[in-house]
T-cell receptor
Framework: DAGVIQSPRHEVTEMGQEVTLRCKPISGHNSLFWYRQTMMRGLELLIYFNNNVPIDDSGMPEDRFSAKMPNASFSTLKIQPSEPRDSAVYFC?????????????FGPGTRLLVL | SQQGEEDPQALSIQEGENATMNCSYKTSINNLQWYRQNSGRGLVHLIL?????REKHSGRLRVTLDTSKKSSSLLITASRAADTASYFCATATTQGGSEKLVFGKGTKLTVNP
């Protein structure tokens, strides 16, 4: 079975540009999580969805960040406009029904560099 | 705010030795999990221990949980070079009606052949 799929794997952009990160969760999973990982702050939860509905977005840093989940098999995280401090690795993770706080399956991450 | 804090931040051992990593946390938890992250990859779930459990084993992994001290340890026995990775603890809590899984900053383990 395919795991969590993220694209692109690497993104280099200039400050002020819009960045869109994509995630396809494991088929049958109904919770999806977006994380950001930096050396300084470690792994931070940005937002999570349950059954395509955003449940907790308290980790979203500011209005420049937005996330959507239009269906059970696709989610996007958008940064507009991007800033150098957004440089990080962004992970998507998913969990099967009824196990939201248990084993999370992580994608390979998107390494974002904003110049 | 960080819930789990791993100790040490970095650990270097020889192949065959045991590696012990610790995690301390601040609030009551539903469960505690350990994950491994190889360089440039996503996190992989290793083991979960529930708040009413004290010890759990999985292959060469042994996890203990002491809820009175709000701490957990991960022991990797007979380490191998392939165990070189960063190890994270994650605490599952319920805050304000919202369930959260909060990760620590990790212990970077290097196993020298």
């Amino acid at each position: 079975d395919a795991g969590v799929i993220q694209s692109p794997r690497h993104e280099v952009t200039e400050m002020g540009q819009e960045v869109t990160l994509r995630c396809k969760p494991i088929s049958g999973h109904n919770s999806l999580f977006w994380y950001r990982q930096t050396m300084m702050r470690g792994l931070e939860l940005l937002i999570y969805f349950n059954n395509n509905v955003p449940i907790d977005d308290s980790g979203m840093p500011e209005d420049r960040f937005s996330a959507k989940m239009p269906n059970a098999s696709f989610s996007t995280l958008k940064i507009q406009p991007s800033e150098p401090r957004d440089s990080a690795v962004y992970f998507c993770a998913s969990t099967p029904p009824g196990t939201r706080q248990e084993t999370q399956y992580f994608g390979p991450g998107t390494r974002l560099l904003v110049l | 705010s960080q819930q789990g804090e791993e100790d040490p931040q970095a650990l270097s051992i020889q192949e065959g030795e045991n590696a012990t990593m610790n995690c301390s946390y601040k609030t009551s938890i539903n469960n505690l999990q350990w994950y491994r992250q190889n360089s440039g990859r996503g996190l992989v779930h290793l083991i979960l221990i529930r708040s009413n459990e004290r010890e759990k084993h999985s292959g060469r992994l042994r996890v203990t949980l002491d809820t009175s001290k709000k701490s957990s340890s991960l022991l990797i026995t007979a380490s191998r070079a392939a165990d070189t990775a960063s190890y994270f603890c994650a605490t599952a809590t319920t805050q304000g009606g919202s369930e959260k899984l909060v990760f620590g900053k990790g212990t970077k383990l290097t196993v020298n052949p």
